[in-house]
């Protein structure tokens, strides 16, 4: 790694953003370091997020990583259950280590040790013969070069994902990105865009209403402030002052030098700058009453002088560490040309012990050495707040674009395939512009309304056959299919000609099938889509009015409910109304099933079960897998479910197992049942026994808004996704599974009717937000209630299907009590916005994911289903 530093080299051209005085990574510097890492084949931006999803050894094996190679899918799998000790990951050569710490005891066996004799007189040894490699272990690659290593081989999708995990771990975030192979400066806004945060603004009178928020950060207008450094050597750490700041548990949200595996030798954080976001939980201790952006520059500020006229434009506040005794004329004109700027100024020095006065109102100078930690962040935070009362200056990460390309950076929403998407996706969204949302679907996804919901119903009829009055059962089966028949007529009247949304669609999703140009416009579409409906939905007026007419606004939310799973449930309907009306040689016919089939394989969430009719379109779900089956040919698939109470944690589990991105809310968001599709590594398909890991997530369970109507819904999805799993995540928030009673009781029922037809699933549950996941005798405590519950409705269950041979929860399907079931730490750690995630909660996560697929390998391989027996699966049950 030594050889990767260069010697100095003089700037190029007179815009070179580098310096004479920094040392140049060069592009075949740049490049070993990728070869360490074994990232060189994915350099530029060629890792996608297939890569994070792929399912591999290091998700079961609990091992540290034995080369620098294997770094990076080590920090791959950290981030992905996020687990912020992704940020201290590093390699270490234990024998050289050793070697320094630990000399041969045998040449030293007697020797006395005397520390004022060794340590302070001088010694007659030679430096030069001493061989430096003996006292020098090797040093290890620095874990942001790591993080930034993986970024700058990452494509657009893969570093939104990175971002969203990074931002969830209270992590800072790239927002200027030097090219280590040029002189380019990066811009990541799409990157940038996928990340949410939620706050609390705090209030100004007890009866004044909470304000709430939780919104893109790219739209957000916030004051600035931006922290440089000018000059080097300091002995205050910019980084570490800013953290004290921003988390006052000091979460390293900006890596420092302080830092477990920090070196002096960071190839890739030069030059970058780095952003987050303060977000006040409404508390009287806040720091700020209002959310403030921060931003950081690392390095020499006068070494990237790009970087600092973008900041010195978009900031409200510059806050500035340097030394009055490092006094040097490219240094004083910085700090000259800072100060005779209008906009407010902090300077933090470094030398000097006392605060000094200031002439100005909008200046601020702040002594910063030998201060206490406490005292000095109050103050700084002090200043920051009295300052931006004075600043009118607020922007958002879309206002700071257009200066960005103003400065030459590159922006990765410029890219051709981007802005091409999102202009596709402005077409349809204009569309929508002038309809009031609750009509939408019924003028332009005709399909899923009520003649849907009619035809489902008329469907079920026709297995359960309970209103056949005086009729015969042929008699009635066949008035059955014909008014099934005549719906679907009628859908087809309504779907054709197509309207203008459902004919863009389906002019763009199979013309950009193979390129990254649909990933892009279903993300426009997705995010337009949640801003229209944000704009449209309808507003609550006051609690009463809310329990009054509960049913009739859930009724107007859902009708209100739009987005990309509307769309493609849309293009399910046509597809199946089609062929049950025998127009097969439709062109559209064909290309339908097609397109979902790609979408599923690279890697979108695809609807399996209408939550909206509680509802599985067979047809086209058999169509589907089909043709995945065409595509990938027909592979073995693991299927794992997972099932819980609305708000229990499910989909964040989800999403932390397997790199997932299911919606994440306190509320209702999705309804019905969605499928995913996880690759496993070709070196573990054999090991394991199966090529697929099939996600199958699902709605909460006993939404408290809906009637007692979703009951016969929720059961019969329980049922349906128990006999779809090799494997079922029960999620259970709390150690007492008393308000999942009667869940567990259909779940036990469901468990039973597929042992009657020879169909073998497991579970495994999982307690969420647990205080004492440490104390094994609670834990022990709660297993045995649990075990207890669960062998009363086996016993209950058995004599209604009069099985005599089941006494037990145990004799119905294998289950272990001491191994099936899992406790979890809360997920945050402290109190949010601004806490991280719990370190013991994604331990716990990893510990359950390796529990899942060893469970998987264990599996009898004639149990696991191959693409086709799942689609048959489907429609059996």
């Not at 040093?139 to 969830?168: G, N």
């Not at 957000?220 to 700041?245: H, W």
Request: proline content about 4%; overall charge negative.
């Amino acid at each position: 790694l030594q050889s990767i530093f260069y010697e100095r080299k003089e700037p190029h051209e007179p815009h070179d953003n580098r310096n004479s005085k920094w040392e140049v990574i060069e592009h075949t510097a740049f490049l070993k370091l990728l070869q360490c890492l074994g990232l060189e084949h994915y350099y530029p931006q060629r890792m996608s997020r297939a890569n994070f999803h792929l399912i591999n050894k290091i998700s079961v094996y609990n091992t540290q990583p034995s080369s620098e190679r294997e770094l990076p899918l080590y920090f791959l799998q950290k981030l992905q259950v996020m687990d912020y000790g992704l940020r201290y990951l590093v390699f270490r050569n234990d024998e050289n280590t050793q070697n320094q710490f630990y000399p041969s005891a045998s040449n030293q066996e007697n020797e006395a040790f005397d520390p004022y004799e060794d340590l302070f007189e001088d010694s007659d040894t030679n430096p030069s013969d001493t061989n430096p490699s003996d006292t020098n272990p090797r040093p290890h690659i620095h874990p942001m070069d790591i993080q930034m290593a993986i970024l700058h081989c990452a494509d657009d999708f893969a570093r939104q994902y990175i971002f969203s995990k990074l931002s969830i771990c209270q992590f800072a975030l790239p927002l200027l990105i030097p090219n280590p192979c040029s002189s380019q400066i990066e811009f990541p806004l799409w990157s940038l865009r996928q990340i949410r945060r939620s706050w609390q603004e705090e209030r100004k009178s007890p009866r004044e209403k909470i304000n709430y928020k939780n919104k893109q950060m790219c739209h957000v207008s916030t004051p600035i402030v931006s922290f440089i450094r000018v000059g080097n050597g300091f002995s205050a750490s910019k980084s570490q002052i800013m953290n004290c700041l921003l988390s006052k548990h000091k979460h390293d949200v900006f890596f420092h030098r302080h830092c477990r595996g920090s070196t002096k030798d960071c190839l890739l954080m030069e030059g970058v700058v780095e952003i987050c976001w303060f977000c006040p939980g409404g508390e009287d201790d806040d720091r700020f009453d209002n959310c403030v952006t921060f931003t950081n520059l690392h390095g020499d500020a006068k070494e990237h002088k790009k970087q600092l006229i973008f900041l010195q434009e978009v900031s409200s506040l510059i806050v500035v560490l340097m030394s009055t005794s490092d006094d040097n004329k490219e240094n004083r004109k910085i700090v000259c040309d800072l100060s005779q700027s209008p906009r407010p100024l902090i300077c933090l020095l470094d030398n000097k012990e006392n605060n000094m006065t200031n002439n100005s109102s909008q200046k601020v100078i702040i002594g910063i050495r030998n201060r206490n930690e406490a005292e000095l962040t109050e103050e700084l935070a002090t200043a920051i707040r009295h300052l931006l009362e004075f600043s009118c200056t607020a922007l958002s990460l879309e206002d700071c674009t257009p200066i960005a390309r103003k400065q030459g950076f590159l922006i990765d929403e410029d890219k051709r395939d981007c802005k091409e998407a999102k202009e596709n996706a402005e077409v349809l969204i204009a569309l929508l512009r002038y309809l009031n949302i609750s009509q939408v679907k019924e003028n332009l996804l005709p399909l899923q309304g009520h003649l849907w919901h009619l035809w489902c119903k008329k469907d079920k009829e026709l297995y359960h056959l309970r209103e056949r009055g005086n009729r015969s059962i042929e008699q009635h089966k066949s008035e059955i299919e014909t008014e099934k028949q005549r719906i679907r007529s009628e859908q087809l009247t309504r779907a054709f000609p197509l309207n203008e949304l459902m004919c863009s669609v389906l002019e763009i999703l199979p013309y950009h099938s193979e390129i990254q140009t649909t990933h892009y416009f279903l993300q426009w579409l997705m995010w337009s889509l949640i801003q229209t409906e944000k704009q449209k939905a309808p507003k609550s007026t006051d609690l009463q009015c809310w329990q009054k007419e509960i049913e009739a606004i859930s009724t107007e939310i859902s009708d209100c409910t739009l987005g990309i799973e509307q769309i493609l449930r849309e293009v399910g309907q046509i597809y199946e109304a089609l062929e049950e009306a025998s127009h097969t040689e439709n062109f559209l016919y064909h290309s339908l099933a097609q397109i979902a089939a790609d979408l599923m394989i690279s890697g979108v969430p695809i609807e399996l079960m209408d939550g909206d009719a509680s509802y599985v379109p067979l047809k086209w779900v058999a169509a589907l897998f089909d043709k995945v089956s065409e595509k990938l040919g027909n592979k073995r698939l693991f299927v794992l479910s997972v099932l819980g109470l609305q708000s229990s944690g499910k989909s964040t589990l989800l999403n932390a197992l397997f790199g997932l991105q299911f919606t994440v809310s306190a509320g209702r968001c999705t309804r019905g049942a969605y499928m995913q599709l996880l690759k496993v590594e070709k070196t573990f398909t054999e090991e394991l026994g199966f090529d697929f890991v099939l996600v199958v997530d699902t709605e909460g369970l006993r939404a408290p808004e809906l009637s007692s109507k979703s009951k016969n819904c929720d059961n019969e999805l329980v049922t349906f996704v128990i006999g779809l799993g090799n494997l079922t995540l029960i999620n259970i928030f709390g150690e007492n599974p008393s308000e999942m009673q009667d869940i567990l009781q259909i779940l036990v029922q469901a468990f039973m009717r597929m042992k009657q037809v020879k169909i073998s699933p497991s579970c495994l549950f999982v307690h969420q937000n647990v205080g004492e996941v440490t104390a094994k005798d609670q834990t022990m405590e709660g297993r045995k209630r649990l075990e207890q519950r669960l062998d009363e409705m086996a016993a209950t269950a058995a004599e209604q299907e009069q099985c005599s041979d089941v006494t037990r929860f145990g004799d119905i399907i294998k289950f272990d009590v001491n191994t099936d079931v899992f406790y979890f730490a809360h997920l945050w750690d402290g109190n949010p916005p601004m806490a991280p995630p719990n370190p013991r909660y994604s331990h716990n996560v990893q510990d359950l994911k390796r529990r899942i697929l060893m469970a998987a390998k264990q599996e009898s391989r004639g149990s696991i289903m191959k693409i086709s027996d799942v689609k048959l699966r489907v429609q059996d049950l």
